[in-house]
C-alpha cells in the first residue's frame, strides 16, 4: 500500500510560480508511475502529467506543456510538479497519483490518491 501527501498549494497571481510536492510513504514507490491530475469545481477531475517509475519517461497535457515539469525522486519517495507561468485556468485541487501503467492518462487507472491541495491562481 502507498500513502500519498501533497503539499506546496497555495494563491499566486497569474504568470508566477508554484512547486508541488508528493511524498509517498512506503518502501515500493520505485515500483509505481505517478501522476498528477487536477479538478476544478463543477468539472471532472483531468489528467496533467505522468511520469514512469525511473523517471526517463514523462507526459503532460497539451494544456500545460511548456510550462509544468514533472519529476521525481526515488530516494526521497518523493514526485514534483513545478508549475511556471501560470493561468488562471490552472486554479483547481492538485492530486498525485499511483499507477501500475506508465503514462496513464486515465484517473480511473490510479491505484493509490493523495487528499489534493488547492492552487488558485489570481488574475
Known amino acids: 500500500q502507498v500513502q500519498l501527501v501533497e503539499s506546496g498549494g497555495g494563491l499566486v497571481q497569474a504568470g508566477g510560480s508554484l512547486r508541488l510536492s508528493c511524498a509517498a510513504s512506503g518502501r515500493t514507490f520505485s515500483s509505481y508511475a505517478m501522476g498528477w491530475f487536477r479538478q476544478a469545481p463543477g468539472k471532472e477531475r483531468r489528467f496533467v502529467a505522468a511520469i514512469s517509475r525511473s523517471g526517463g519517461g514523462t507526459y503532460y497535457a497539451d494544456s500545460v506543456k511548456g510550462r509544468f515539469t514533472i519529476s521525481r525522486d526515488n530516494a526521497k519517495n518523493t514526485v514534483y510538479l513545478q508549475m511556471n507561468s501560470l493561468k488562471p485556468e490552472d486554479s483547481a485541487v492538485y492530486y498525485c497519483?499511483?499507477?501500475?501503467?506508465?503514462?496513464?492518462?486515465?484517473?480511473?487507472?490510479?491505484?493509490?490518491w493523495g487528499q489534493g491541495t488547492q492552487v488558485t491562481v489570481s488574475s
Open positions: 497519483a499511483a499507477s501500475l501503467i506508465t503514462g496513464n492518462e486515465n484517473p480511473n487507472g490510479y491505484h493509490y
